[in-house]
T-cell receptor, first 112, second 116 residues
Framework: QKEVEQNSGPLSVPEGAIASLNCTYS??????FFWYRQYSGKSPELIMS????GDKEDGRFTAQLNKASQYVSLLIRDSQPSDSATYLC????????????FGTGTRLLVSP | DTAVSQTPKYLVTQMGNDKSIKCEQN?????MYWYKQDSKKFLKIMFS???????INETVPNRFSPKSPDKAHLNLHINSLELGDSAVYFC???????????????FGSGTRLTVV
């Protein structure tokens, strides 16, 4: 079992729709969770972090965490073509000094 | 100001050669990392240094040797390059506060290594 799993996609949504990206993780003791966006040929950039169960909103982005289900998700409201990118879920476990484990990413395509 | 800078951005070299990639961060972070991203976009950690001390050394061939002269710099030297070493190598840094990584990593722009 992979430590962090994501559907590779592509996830295709029309402009203005809500994009829902999901991630599951295997280390039950994981403490910190991050979503990165990576455009083709570019480096990953941090868009959201979440540490407690529940929802965290930042502009059009909402991160949701459910530690009991070992599940974290990212919702993008009012999706724009500029949101088209690969979204990487990253998890910091209870073991592993300062190490983030990444999922393989979900490719999101927003069509105009 | 560039927060995490890597050089070179592109590196094309022949099998068997030795090459180095350099990384510098001006964020004052105390931990730096090397990650390898393969063609399927999977980011896998290779090494991590905290205040110049090696703290993570994943299963990486001995041909890869990191060096951290100070906490702002982390270099990666690769000996006897092989075709399978072709990938994008990312440097990253982070700052821990009270055991929590609140801000995640800041990544460098990456070095695309192509071995021919």
């Amino acid at each position: 079992q992979k430590e962090v799993e994501q559907n590779s996609g592509p996830l295709s949504v029309p402009e203005g729709a809500i994009a829902s990206l999901n991630c599951t993780y295997s280390d039950r003791g994981s403490q910190s969770f991050f979503w990165y966006r990576q455009y083709s040929g570019k480096s990953p950039e941090l868009i959201m972090s979440i540490y407690s169960n529940g929802d965290k909103e930042d502009g059009r982005f909402t991160a949701q965490l459910n530690k009991a289900s070992q599940y974290v998700s990212l919702l993008i409201r009012d999706s724009q073509p500029s949101d088209s990118a690969t979204y990487l879920c990253a998890v910091k476990g209870i073991t592993g000094f300062q190490k983030l484990v990444f999922g393989t990413g979900t490719r999101l395509l927003v069509s105009p | 100001d560039t927060a995490v800078s890597q050089t070179p951005k592109y590196l094309v070299t022949q099998m068997g050669n030795d090459k180095s990639i350099k990384c510098e961060q001006n964020l004052g972070h105390d931990t730096m990392y090397w990650y390898k991203q393969d063609s399927k976009k999977f980011l896998k950690i290779m090494f991590s240094y905290n205040n110049k001390e090696l703290i993570i050394n994943e299963t990486v061939p001995n041909r890869f040797s990191p060096k951290s002269p100070d906490k702002a710099h982390l270099n990666l030297h690769i000996n006897s390059l092989e075709l399978g070493d072709s990938a994008v190598y990312f440097c990253a840094s982070s700052q821990d506060r009270g055991g929590q990584m609140y801000y995640g990593y800041t990544f460098g722009s990456g070095t695309r290594l192509t071995v021919v």
